[in-house]
């Protein structure tokens, strides 16, 4: 079965990096195109960034253009998302993605990020 396991969450200060990795299995993964959304409690879950199945496609939220970066690697079934220059109002859970929207398909479990003052 489809298993997305997020890893790399955790306190980080204003200003500084994390980076997030998914790793996953049970699907054809270098087919499948895949995305990082986040979730505020009480709010929706928002895209944060998506990319194409061979990597060569990148969307991003504008919250977050020119700070992360998406990336692949489909000899390793792996989605990483490097975060740079973190904002309080980036703590959340981030969570990764299999589907064509945020109303199907699946999630992994989430990593909590937050950043302090």
């Known amino acids: 079965q489809v298993q997305l396991v997020e890893s790399g969450g955790g306190l980080v200060q204003f200003g500084g990096s994390l980076r997030l990795s998914c790793v996953a299995s049970?699907?054809?993964?270098?087919?499948?195109?895949m995305s990082w959304y986040r979730q505020i409690p009480g709010k929706e879950r928002e895209l944060v960034a998506d990319?194409?199945?061979?990597?060569?496609?990148?969307n991003y939220a504008d919250s977050v253009k020119g700070r992360f970066t998406i990336s692949r690697d489909n000899r390793k079934n792996t989605v990483a998302l490097q975060m740079n220059s973190l904002k309080l109002e980036d703590t959340a859970v981030y969570y990764c993605?299999?589907?064509?929207?945020?109303?199907?398909?699946?999630w992994g479990q989430g990593t909590q990020v937050t950043v302090s003052s």
């Open positions: 993605h299999l589907g064509r929207s945020s109303s199907e398909g699946y």
């Open positions: 990319i194409s199945s061979g990597g060569g496609t990148t």
């Open positions: 049970g699907f054809p993964f270098s087919a499948a195109p």
